[in-house]
């Protein structure tokens, strides 16, 4: 892969990390994607070779400076994400399309499962409302993603 590549790839985590911090409209504050989630997603997916343990650490750290959460439950969340694409990557990759969508839906419930789970014990966490709705946005986006993602 070439240093262009590379340099994209991470700056498309970057750009969801600035993504992720730009306040919506009121009526569509609930739909707020785990951009972050989605976007190494897609970089395991893509370029497994790019998407390490310690990438989605930093970017989980960066994540939690950026929103205000306590520190490391982005980080944590990010590296379970990871790790479980990473060793679903070969599945996802043979799998048809229908399957490859809820596998990564799978993916991104385990990394919102972890941020209820810890960020519930900070008291952080918003409504169940609120985690269900990034679920099904982050679903349009791998729906997006996977439409132009030739694995």
Known sequence: MTDGAVARNYALVGAALLISIVPL???LDLWQPPWLAVALIWLVLAAP?????????AAGLLQDLLVGSPLGLYALAATVLVFL?????PRIVSSPPWL???LAMLILAAYL???????GWF??????????????????LILIAFLFLKV
């Open 85 to 89: 694409a990473a060793n679903m990557r």
């Open 25 to 27: 409209p009121r009526l």
């Open 113 to 119: 499962g972890v941020v209820v789970l810890i960020g």
């Open 49 to 57: 070779e790019n998407a390490r343990l310690a990438v989605a650490a």
């Open 100 to 102: 490859r969508f809820l």
């Open 123 to 140: 008291g952080y966490v918003g409504s169940w409302a609120g985690i269900a709705n990034s679920l099904m946005s982050g679903g349009v």
